[in-house]
């Protein structure tokens, strides 16, 4: 009996230990798994985490990628480290991340590649080289609501018009857009007009208006004694009746002793006794004078002559006197400067007709502030750069251009003698519209004259520029620039701070910047050599193209753009408020225009299409996101 029991109570522990030792097995299973579960769980989240971080690293360079293009447009590679990771941005224009071909020459794709750890994020995006508008064929404005029709010519592509559109017009293919009236689909928000920064533009003018180059300057030296220039009398000058309302008289002197006292020295004279003005220095005073006696007249008797003492002999300055006057006496009509800063104002009026020969070096029978009008007061030194307005010339104007050369065709230059002849006994007038030529007499002779800025050339025939030889590669006119039967080799920048005319057959190779504070004319010639290589020209005034090819982008700011039988590859920025297409004339890319075009010739035409990137230059207008291209992988 014992030994039952024993035996019983043995294999009842044997149950128990075995017992505890399954659950002890299966909770460690459990904690097993519990655990495991748990690592997984943390590992995710953590994966996710830095999977947020990878990808808001990739924005990161997308944004590094947008800011450094607008700035430069550089293309280039770019990389950086932040937030334990790196990212790294590339460029592509010719395809998408997929390596399919991107539509359109303008288009660049843009990917940033973005690495945390072992987590690897990508995000792309496609932006273009113009703004939203340039996707237009045709952005036009009409403000008086007038009816647009094409004639025969035809527009293919989109085309935003506010203005009543003709059932028969509108657009070849593509959607027209207008704001009122019929013949389109309305849109209630068209896209505004591209915002131009001109910065650079008028920096380059500035520059130009400043540029030195060549020019060996010559002055008339005058003995004090008997030499002298005489100008015949002139409707332009002094004749004409009662017209002379407003005048300008500038001219360079050195005096070789300022203080002489026993004549007056002449500088410039017109008029005699009763009407007149004059210029000259005497005991150490630079005198400026002008009178219009008649009681029946104006009544500006005695007259106002206005003076300064800060000139030095045997040194170069500028004078000028303005005149701006009416019928009647007014304060502050007539004024004088001194090497561009006025020195005094006074009284005046204007000039009725004052007959009598115009002198250069001598006085005939003008009066001085003493009230004596003797002859024979002949000046002692040289002068130079004589130039005779029929307006009159602001402060700002006569000190920004005193020290440079004038082109000859200024609004409002009636004669202008700049002595360059060197030789003979003719002053020639150089200013184009008239001919005031005045005759040297007695043995005045020719001297270096003061330094004074002119432009690189005013003409370029039969040659080849390369701008690699210039400073910046920048040829600065600071007067009209004329290109013919040239070649043109950049990258770089021609500027004339005038008028610039290419012609003949001229070619104008790639990246070369045209800019023009005046009118603008190209004609029988080449602008640009393909999309690859195109140009920009920006012009202040009217512009005209005619029998040409344009590669590139067109900004006219001027009155006017004409283009007559030629063919533009790229893009038209128009601010002017006449914009015409004669004969056979083409467009492909886009026209974004602040007025509409008149179609004048039967076949001419706008087309979209490809147009050119720019890459590396500032043109003043910043790329845009192209919508819908966004993507993350």
Known sequence: MIKMNHKRNSESGMIIM??????????????????????????????????????????????????????????????????????????????????????????????????????????????????????????????????????????????????????????????????????????????????????????????????????????????????????NNSSDINTGGAIHTQKTIEAWFKVENKNITSRKQTIYEQGGTVRGLNIYVYGGN????????????????????????????????????????????TNNAFKGYLDGTQFGSGQGSKLWNHGGDVSIGRNRDTKFHSGDYNSSRYFAGMIDEVRLWNVERTASQIAVKKDTVLAGDESGLTAYYNFQENTGTTANDTQTQSNNDGSINNGASWASGPVLSKMNSAAFTNTTINLSSYSNSQLLANNNLTISGSTVNGPGYIVANGNLSISSNTTINGNIFLICSGTLTISNSQVGTGLGAAVVIYSKGAADYNSSTVYGLIISKGSSLELDGSTVYGAILNYSSSFSLVGDSDITGSVISNSSVDFQGNDASITRGNIPTFLGLNIGLDPIVVPGSYLEY
């Open 18 to 231: 075995a017992s505890t030792m399954g659950i002890f097995i299966i909770l460690s299973l459990f904690a097993f798994y519990l655990a495991r579960f748990s690592i997984t769980e943390s590992r995710t989240g953590g994966y996710y985490m830095t999977d947020i971080k990878a990808r808001n690293l990739a924005m990161t360079g997308i944004e590094h990628a947008m800011q450094s293009y607008k700035a430069s447009r550089n293309i280039s590679n770019i990389s950086g480290n932040f937030n334990n990771g790196s990212y790294s941005v590339s460029f592509d224009t010719q395809n998408n991340e997929a390596g399919t071909a991107l539509p359109h020459s303008h288009f660049i794709t843009v990917k940033s590649t973005a690495t945390i750890n072992d987590v690897e994020r990508n995000l792309r995006l496609i932006i273009s080289s113009m703004p939203e508008a340039f996707l237009f064929s045709f952005y036009g404005n009409n403000s008086g609501s007038q009816t647009f029709t094409e004639s025969n010519g035809t527009i293919s592509g989109d085309m935003f018009y506010n203005g009543n559109v003709e059932s028969n017009s509108g657009t070849g293919s593509g959607t027209t857009y207008t704001s009122t009236g019929t013949g389109g689909t309305l849109l209630s928000s068209p896209p505004s007009f591209p915002t131009l920064d001109i910065t650079q533009y008028e920096a380059l003018l500035t520059s130009a208006a400043s540029a030195t180059g060549a020019y060996n300057n010559y002055a008339l030296d005058f003995d004090g004694s008997n030499d002298y220039v005489k100008i």
């Open 286 to 329: 630079l005198y400026v004078g002008g009178w219009n006696e008649p009681n029946g007249e104006s009544d500006w008797d005695p007259g106002t002559w206005l003076s300064t003492n800060s000139i030095q002999s045997n040194t170069w300055h500028h004078v000028a006197l303005t005149l701006n006057g009416g019928n009647s006496v």
